[in-house]
């Protein structure tokens, strides 16, 4: 992430001859929401942007290049603090590609403790409704066993 200091310069109209961007513009490039955009500003994903006259945000094209980049980061279930790290190391010319690939690696561990959990959770509720008639009567073992469970887990505390 870059050290620009945040600081008005422009009018619109002279930043886009600049080749500068609105954040609306920034937002159909990048597929992001401009809410999105102003979000990872807020938490220093990306440095505050020049501004115009008017206070409006332009971007460069670094600016773009990151922000797709955080995306593809986010569409890959990067955490925020995962994606703070990768675009630091993407920025970082002298990087050692093990240290990305450690992270991706740790990163598919994660996931592949959530699928398990998940898995579970999903076999356990299709016992579950396997179990349970569906039909007019009251009893439910699918609500049994949730009741169960909470009771179990509040005897232990």
Request: with cysteine; net charge neutral; charged share 25%.
């Amino acid at each position: 992430m870059t050290n620009r200091a945040h600081k008005t310069t422009l009018e619109l109209a002279d930043a886009h001859a600049k080749g500068l961007h609105s954040i609306g513009e920034a937002a159909k490039l990048t597929g992001l929401t401009a809410k999105m955009i102003r979000h990872y500003e807020s938490l220093g994903l990306i440095t505050p942007t020049d501004r115009t006259y008017a206070n409006y945000r332009v971007y460069q094209t670094r600016d773009i290049h990151l922000l797709s980049f955080i995306k593809s980061a986010r569409d890959l279930g990067f955490s925020m603090k995962q994606i703070a790290i990768l675009a630091s190391l993407w920025q970082d010319s002298a990087r050692s590609s093990a240290e990305v690939k450690k992270l991706a690696l740790e990163h598919i561990q994660e996931m592949d403790e959530r699928i398990y959990s998940l898995q579970q959770m999903r076999k356990a509720l299709h016992d579950l409704a396997g179990r349970c008639h569906g039909d007019e009567r009251p009893d439910c073992p699918i609500l049994d066993a949730m009741a169960c469970h909470h009771s179990h887990n509040t005897d232990q505390t």
